[in-house]
C-alpha cells in the first residue's frame, strides 16, 4: 500500500496544493503557509512550482525512507516535497531525453543552497551507476562544502551565506547514471575578502585554518602534508588579521570550523587536487591574511610600509620577494603618452591607494583560488560526450543591508533576471501560448518586473550599467570623483524612471522585491575590477608553480579595445544562463524565509505576506487555475501514447489530430479535461494526465511481463542445461542410464509447489525450492509409502500426509514434515551401478532414508551443488550395489541394519524381493556407463560485465603531480637570485625557516573601524515594497475560471464584472463515486457559486480524478528486466 496521507491517517495541514484553495488572495496563502509551518509540513505546491519555507531546524522526512517512497510516485501520492521535484525532473529527463532545470529563488537565508543539497543528494541515490558513477557523484557532493569554504561567509541574514551564484549541470548517461558534470560560477563578492559589515564574517575559510590548525592535537583526520605546513603559515587567533577583526565576529552558532576545515581538506582530496596543490591553496589563504596587516603610513605624502616585518610572511608564503612586494604595493609603474611620445614613469601611491593596491591583490589572489577549485571539479567531472543533464541554479538570494555596495547590486540584479525568467515561463508564456495555439482564454494581470531588468540593464535607452561602464570607460588610475561623477550621469540619464530615485549619497532601486538603497561610494573601482599589470608580474615572479599559475595573463600582449567590466560581465553571465535555462525543462522552487530570527517556528506574518507578494504567488495560482496543467506537440504526444490503442500501435498513419483524438476517446477521457490547438493538446488537470500515463505503464508491464517470462525461460533452460552436463559428469563411468532420462530436460520442480501452498508453508519463508518430487521411500520392512522429496538451499524435506485427530480441522488429510534433514548432516548418498532409481540417504549419526525417484540423477545433481554452496564440501556419493544401512529405532523391532543387493537381471523395471533383512533388486541392463547427453554448449558470459575495471582514472589533478618538494633554505629575507632553484615544486614550509609573527597584528586597526561602526538595524525590517509594490497593488485581480466557463473573443470583450469577484465566495468541495473506464474512480468536484445579477450559476470549477490504483507506489517495470539480467550474471 502507498504511502499517503491518506492510507496513514497523517494529520492534514491546509491544502497541500494552493490551486485548491477556497479563497485566493495573499492573506490565505500566508494562513496557508503559516498553518502548514507550525505543524512542520514546510512544502507546498502550487501545481508544478514546489514553495518551501525554511524551518530553521532538522525535520525528519528527508531519510532513506522518504527516498525510497518518492521513487517513481506520482504526486499526488505522498505529502509535497522536494524529493518528488527532484524524482519528477529524474523521470522527466530520462522518458523524454531532455534537459531539465530546476531555478531555486528566495532572499537569503530562504533556503536555496539546502535545497540544491537534497536534489543533489536525492539524484545521487536514485541513479544507479559503478565505479566512475559513484566517483561523480562523490564530487558533485563534495563540491559543496568546498565552494561552501571559499565562497561562503556569515552575513547578518544567513549564517551560511552563498556569496557567488552556482549553475549546476549534472550529466546523465543515456541510462540514467551520473557520468560528469559541470558548474559554471557567477561573481563571487570578492569585497568581503578585506572587509565585512559589522556582526559578519569573511569567507568560512580563513576562520576555518585558523581553527584547523588549533585543533592539530586530539583527534584530528587532518592528513599529514597539510599537518606539516600548518605551523608554518603564521597561524593565531583571528583578532590578529585586519581582514577578520573588522566586523567584531569570528564564531558562528553551530558552526564547528575545526570540524568543516576537515572536510573541507578531505573535499579537496576527494575532488582530485593534489597533495601539493592542497597545501598551495592553504598558504595562498594564510598569505591573504598576513597581506591584510601591512598597513602604511603617510612619509611626505606618499605610502611608506609601516612595519616592514608585516611584510615578510606574505612574500614567504606567496614565495615572492620581500622589497619587490613592498615596492608593487607603494608605487606604480604607468606608461604615459605625452605628445605623441610614450614613456615609463614610476608613480608613488599615497596611503589610500597602497592600501587599495593591498586589498586589490588580496582579492585578486582569493578570487583566483576560488575560479581554481570551481575549474578542478569541472576537470574532474568532465566527460568526452555531453548528453543529457539536469540543471541546479543556487545563487545568492535578494538582499538588502545597512549600506549596499556595487555587490548587493549585482545580486539584486540576477535575482531580477530570474524572477523575470519565473514570469516569462509561468505566467507571461503560458498565457501567450494559450492565445497563440487558440485556446480559449481570459489574461490574467501580474506585475512584469522587466521594467526594473530594463532600468538596469538596457542599452537603448540607457540603464545604470551602460551609465556606469561609460563613466569607468573615461577613467585612466585616478578615481577620486569618479563614483560622484557616475552619479551625477546616472540621475541624469535614468532620474525620471519609476523605479529610480536620486538619494543623498547614491541611489534607490524599486526592485521587484523591495526598495534598495545604493551606496555610490566603490561603484567605479568595483566595475573596471583592473588588476594593475604592477601586481600581476609580481605574483608571475613567485617560486611556486600554482602561485605564478593563478596569473597566467600574459602582461606584455595589448590590449584591445575596452576591457569588459564587473557589470558587464555579470550581464552577460545572467543573459548566457537565462539562455541556458531556457533550453531545459524548468521546474521551480520559490523558498520562504519565515523570520529573520533563524528561529524554529519563528512566523513573520508582516515579512512572508512582502513575500508571497513579491514573488507573484497570487499570480501564479490563478493561472495554473485557470489553465491546462500540461501541453505537449501533436507528435510527441501521439508518440507517447500510442501504445494505448491497437489502431495506433505501433504506428499511426492517419492525421495526427485524429490518432490523439482516437486514443482520448478509447480511453473516455472526459471532453472538458482536452483541447487540441494549433500545434499541441492541452490537458486540464494533472489527475487526467496520470489516468493516461496509468494506462501507458500498465500496457508496458503486460509487455515487460512478457519480455520478462521469456527471459526468465531463457535462463532457466541454461540453467537445468548446465545441471544436466554436471550430472552426467557425476553418474559418469559410475551407473548405467536409462534409455529416456540420459536426454531429459531438468525441470527442478515436479510437484508445482507454487500451486501448493500447503506445502509451501512447511518450509522456511525464504528458502528457495530446488528440486521437488513425489518419491517411494521404503521402510525397515522395505514396505513402500509416498513422499514428497523437496530439497532447498538449507535443507531437505520428506513430507507426508495425516489425518488430522483434534482441532477444527479434525479429519482432514495435511502435509506432515516426516523428516527434516539439514544439507550439513548429510553423510553421503549411495546408488547402484545399474539403471534403478534406487538412491541411499546416509545421515551422520542416524538413520539412513532409503528413496526411489526417476528423477533421481536430477536430485543428485542439485543436492551436490546445493551442498557444496552450503557446506562448502563436495557431497560424497558412491556406488555400490549392495546397501548397508541402519533404519529408524521405531516401536518393537525398530532400529538394526538392512540390506539392499542389485543383481542385473532382464526387465527395464526392477523386480524386488524381500529377503529376511535384504531386499534383493534385479534390473536389465542401461545404456553404457560412459554414456553422456547430446548437450549444445552454453555460451559463458563471464567477466564481459566488468565496465567497472576500465575506470580508474576520474579526479585527476589537471596538472602533473610536482617533483618532490625541496627542502625550503629561503628565509623571508632571501636574495632575488636564490629564488629560481626551488623551480616548479612547491616548498614544505616548516616551522624552523618560516619568518616570526610581527607583535600585536592588526588589532589596532579592528577597534579603530570598530567604533566607527553605526549601529543601525532598519535595514532588517521587511522591506518596502516601493514601486512594484505599488504597482502589484494596483492590477486588476484576473479572472480565474474554468474551462467550461472560457467565453469565445466576443464574449471577453465584455466580460461580466462578476467573474473578477469569483474568488470572494468559497469553493464547495463534493465527494462523489463515479465510474470511470470501467475501474472505480473517486472524483473530486468542486463547485463554485457565483452571484449573478441576483440569482445563483453553479458552476464545475475542477475535476480531479483519483484512481485508487494509482495510490500504490509505482515501480517502473523496466526494473524487474534489468533484475533478472542481474540474476543472469549471477548465475554464469
Ligand atoms: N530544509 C531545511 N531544513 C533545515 N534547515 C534549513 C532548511 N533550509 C534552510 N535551513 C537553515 O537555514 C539556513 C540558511 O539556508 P540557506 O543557506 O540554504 O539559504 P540561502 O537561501 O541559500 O541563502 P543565501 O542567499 O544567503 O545563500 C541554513 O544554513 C539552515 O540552517
Ligand atoms: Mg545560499
Redesign the pocket.
Known sequence: MAYHWQSSQQKQSGVEDMTLLPKISEASIVENLKKRFMDDW?YTYIGPVLV?V??????KYFTDKEVEIYQGAASYENPPHIYALADNMYRNMMIDFENQCVI?S???????????K?IMAYIAKVSGGGGRVQHVKDIIIQSNPLLEAFG?AK?V???????FGKYMEIQFSRGGEPDGGKISNFLLEKSRVVSQNQGERNFHIFYQLLAGSNGTQKGSQIPTHILDILNSMGLTEPNYYYYLNQSGVYKVD?MNDSKEFQDTVNAMKVIGISDDDQASVLLCVAGILHLGNISFREDGNYAQVDNAEFLQYPSYLFGIDQDDLMTKLTSRVMDSKWGGKSEIINLKLNTEQAAYTRDALSKAIHSRIFDFLVESINQAMQKDKEEINIGVL????F?IFQRNGFEQFCINFVNEKLQQIFIELTLKAEQEEYINEGIKWKPIDYFNNKIVCDLIESKNPVGVMCVLDDVCATLHTVTEGADSKFLQKLNGAVGTHQHYQGAKEGFIVHHYAGKVSYDVEGFCDKNRDVLFTDLIQLMQSSDLEFVRDLFPEDVKGQQKGRPSTAGNKIKTQANRLVGKLMQSTPHYIR?I?PNET?RAHDWEEKRVLHQVEYLGLKENIRVRRAGFAYRREFDKFLKRYAILTEETWPQWRGDVRAGITHIMNAVHMEKDQWQLGKTKIFIKAPESLFLLEEQRERKYDTYARVIQKAFRKHNADKYYLRLKQQASDILLHQKERRRYSLNRNFVGDYIGMDDNPGLRALLGRRERVEFADTVNKYDRRFKVTKRDLIVTGKCLYLVGREIVKKGPEKGQMKEVVKRKIELGSIESVTMSTLQDDLFLLNIAGDYASLLESIFKTEFVTVLSKKYEATVSRKLKVSFSNVFEFAVKKEGWGGGGTRQVKFLTGNSDLATMKTSGKTLNVAIGPGLARDSRPGLRQTAHKGGARNGAATWNKGGGPRRAAPAIPQQQTNTPGRSVGSRGRSGKSLRRQQSTEHPSLPRDGAQHLAKRINQAHAHNQDFMSTPDAGMSGFQRKSLKPGARRPAQLVESQDQRQNHSPNYHRLEQYGIMIQMTQMNFMSVPTISLKLSVKIPQDGGEEDLEARKACFHPTMWRKYKPTISSSREAAIDETQES
Open positions: 514546510i518551501s525554511n524551518p530553521f531546524k532538522q525535520l531555486i528566495g532572499e537569503s537565508g530562504a533556503g536555496k543552497t539546502v535545497a540544491a537534497y561562503n552575513t541574514r544567513n549564517n551560511n551565506s552563498s556569496r553551530d543556487d545563487i545568492y538570494g538582499e523558498c524565509k533563524k
